[in-house]
């Protein structure tokens, strides 16, 4: 929740009392020590298994809406499959783990952001430690205005009664602070990460540029932002070596289920996990995605419109799980498994057993960089440039696909909004990507028989999550 009923104390996000692990408060931050715990406990508002953020299914059930991914009709999956036929309720607890994990890091940002002044010591690794919680803030807001638009802009880490009563923000207002934080992040991180699962001066670059695609499109509408989304993806490629960025060689290596897929110079920003504390465990890999016939718990799965037109080759192989081995040993094929649907390949483990593992979560791969230049640069320019088609195919390459060449630049744009979709096939992008071009209706109007039709609006009016029932009912202006 992001209020508490009671006007002496803020609920979960603003209680210092169930701010384990967080130093909160301007007397509790004088020292780099103090900025440190501080940071500590603004990432775990997004990295608390089961609890909140983007360690479980939630991360794909918010963006189910979307074409790539769906789940089971029947069984105990009823919170994923409200937002897949697009009716969601307040109370749906999958949407609010990602509500409540993103406020809570955003308060501990905050805290980082308005007390650091104070704190004397060495001033680079000041920045690096405020610029990780400028570009926390900003992830935060950025995943709260997509999925719901309207949303409370907070900029405190202290409770006020003003808080019970606080108005909802316009996605203007909210994109407003995001971009003024990635600025920031961007000019006080360091070139390099300090560690594997943190921000560089290249990660804040190449989310301004995803942020600035996203406002060209739905509901911002400000065509001027292709261009600069261009301009920061290419700052990103031009200067990948320094920043530590490529493309992996082999796809299977990102989804191989084992500890070669964890730091990859793919990682532009990506969280780290670890099987050994089930606090920060990943567990949307292995049994979420594993079908009910190899025992697994059928979480999400992937559309079959979806699936059959994803183009063949290695990247389908790789990203897709089509035939299962039941207990007895028997194979069979997807179409006669119990849900009748593909799976994703791309999330099992090596030991598909397991529920816990150390996988990263990939919030930004360096394949985005590469097909963010792509499309924001043949939306700003006549025509795509060579950089635009050396972009979308050093990934189409990879993929096992043959070069584009020679399209219009409509067509251009098309090939790459798709070569989204298969890129990042479950991967909460394809969603997103709906949104912002306003084809939610579209791709969700040809279901095969067997996926799961919508029942609810599929106008813009419904592209919002609710705010949770628990903050609604406290605050009217929710």
């Excluded at 909004?417 to 084809?439: N, P, Q, Y």
Aim: proline share 5%; hydrophobic share 40%; charged share 25%.
């Amino acid at each position: 929740m992001l209020f508490c009923s009671s006007r002496r104390r803020a609920v979960r996000i603003f209680s210092k009392k169930t701010l384990k692990g967080q130093v909160v408060g301007t007397n509790a931050i004088s020292d780099i020590a103090g900025l440190e715990a501080a940071l500590t406990g603004s990432y775990k508002g997004l990295l608390r298994t089961w609890a909140r953020g983007f360690l479980t299914s939630a991360i794909q059930g918010y963006g189910m809406g979307a074409d790539d991914i769906s789940t089971i009709s029947g069984g105990n999956k009823a919170d994923f499959r409200e937002i897949d036929q697009f009716n969601v309720t307040s109370a749906n607890p999958r949407l609010f783990q990602i509500w409540s994990g993103c406020y809570k890091t955003i308060q501990g940002a905050n805290n980082i952001i308005n007390n650091y002044q104070r704190v004397t010591g060495d001033p680079v690794r000041i920045n690096s430690i405020v610029g990780e919680a400028y570009f926390l803030r900003a992830l935060g807001y950025y995943w709260l205005v997509r999925g719901y638009g309207n949303i409370p802009l907070i900029t405190t880490a202290d409770f006020s009664d003003d808080l019970l009563t606080i108005q909802k923000s316009a996605p203007a207002e909210v994109y407003k602070l995001i971009e003024e934080d990635l600025q920031k992040a961007e000019a006080m991180l360091p070139d390099k990460k300090r560690d594997p699962g943190r921000p560089n001066k290249g990660s804040a670059k190449a989310m301004l540029a995803d942020v600035y695609l996203t406002e060209g499109g739905w509901p911002i509408k400000d065509a001027s932002k292709y261009a600069l989304a261009a301009a920061k993806a290419r700052e990103v490629i031009d200067n990948k070596d320094l920043y530590g960025f490529d493309l992996v060689p082999d796809l299977a290596t990102l989804w191989s289920g084992t500890a070669t897929a964890a730091g990859t110079k793919e990682e532009v920003f990506a969280f780290q996990t670890s099987e050994n504390f089930g606090g920060s465990t990943n567990s949307f890999y292995g049994l979420p995605t594993v079908p009910g016939d190899e025992n697994g718990w059928d979480d999400y799965l992937a559309e079959i419109t979806f699936f059959n037109k994803f183009p063949a080759g290695k990247r389908k192989d790789v990203t897709f799980h089509t035939v299962f081995a039941k207990p007895d040993g028997t194979k069979i094929p997807w179409q006669q498994s119990l849900s009748k649907h593909p799976y994703y390949a791309k999330f099992r483990l090596a030991d598909n057993t397991k529920f816990t593992s150390s996988m990263p979560v990939h919030m930004i791969r360096y394949a985005h960089v590469l097909l963010v230049y792509a499309e924001a640069q043949a939306r700003a320019g006549a025509s795509p440039d060579a950089l635009a088609y050396a972009s979308v195919n050093a990934v189409r390459r990879r993929a096992g696909l043959a070069d584009l060449s020679g399209l219009s630049k409509t067509a251009f744009i098309d090939a790459v909004i798709d070569e989204r979709a298969w890129e990042f096939a479950g991967e909460w992008t394809r969603w997103f990507d709906l949104l912002r071009l306003e084809k939610v209706a579209e791709a969700n109007a040809h279901k095969a028989p067997d996926d799961l039709k919508p029942i609810g609006d599929l106008s813009k009016g419904n592209y919002w999550y609710p705010a949770p029932i628990g903050d609604a009912n406290i605050n009217p202006n929710l």
